[in-house]
């Protein structure tokens, strides 16, 4: 989004083969559509937050500035968006020598797919959460059971156990290990497994047939079933 008051030659020339367009006074149509932005400091900023566009402040300033900044400046933040809100909610870049790489690298970040380390990161969690999914599934299906059958009991103590083991183990893992961020995913996978293996047991214990009667019982029942829905039964298929 280009400023009427500065050249357009300028511009070309900066952007020359790179395929850039620009086009100027229309900075809030290109900023609604934009994935992300980098804006100076100063009531953009604000206006950008306002139109729900990721963004990164970046400021130039004299290297004199940037040594008295730490004594001068009263406040640690610069943007509007960050002093309103009191903390860091879009990442300030404010130096004398620019790395382009480097404000490359945070402007990937917060646009969609992220930079390479944030790639990566999600990946290993992924795979870490992803092992979770069988213990996931299974509890779905012995919870279905324990409600067909009455038993709204066991499925609340298998959920009380799943979140208090998953918030435990998460907090541990992500606090006290190397894992970071993956140890939520650890944590979580071993909470689900924990409920699989409370869901057995619960099972086994309440609904096990404790003799031969009670299993030959079940066996006729199913007969008489079968029997009376047994026109039904191929009709429907």
């Known amino acids: 989004a280009a400023v009427p008051w500065i050249e357009k030659a300028l511009y070309d020339k900066i952007l020359a083969d790179t395929g850039v367009k620009v086009v100027c006074n229309k900075t809030y149509d290109t900023l609604i559509y934009a994935e992300a932005a980098i804006v100076t400091s100063g009531t953009a900023t604000l206006e950008t937050a ?3 566009t990721p963004e990164i402040v970046l400021y130039h300033i004299p290297k004199l500035y940037e040594w008295l900044r730490p004594i001068v400046l ?5 943007s509007l968006v960050n002093i ?3 903390r860091e909610c879009v990442r300030e870049i404010v130096v004398n020598k620019i790395d382009v790489e480097a404000v490359s690298e945070e402007l990937r970040s917060i ?3 992220g930079s390479a380390d944030m790639m990566a990161l999600a990946a290993e969690y992924f795979y870490a959460r992803i092992w979770a999914a069988p213990a996931t ?7 279905g059971w324990f409600i067909g ?6 499925p609340m103590t298998i959920d009380i156990l799943v979140n208090v083991v998953n918030m435990g183990a998460s907090y541990g893992l992500a606090v006290y290990t190397q894992l970071g961020v993956v140890g939520v995913a650890w944590g979580t996978l071993i909470a689900q497994y924990s409920g699989l293996i409370l869901a057995v047991i619960l099972l086994a214990a309440k609904y096990r047939m404790s003799s031969t009667q009670d299993s030959t019982s079940l066996l006729v029942g199913m007969k008489d079933f079968v029997q009376l829905n047994g026109n039904i039964f191929v009709r429907s298929l």
């Open 137 to 143: 599934l299974s509890l779905m299906a012995f919870k």
């Open 50 to 52: 306002l139109m729900n």
């Open 74 to 78: 009263k406040i640690p933040y610069i």
């Open 149 to 154: 059958m009455q038993d709204t009991k066991s």
């Open 111 to 113: 646009m969609e797919g």
């Open 84 to 86: 309103n809100l009191g």
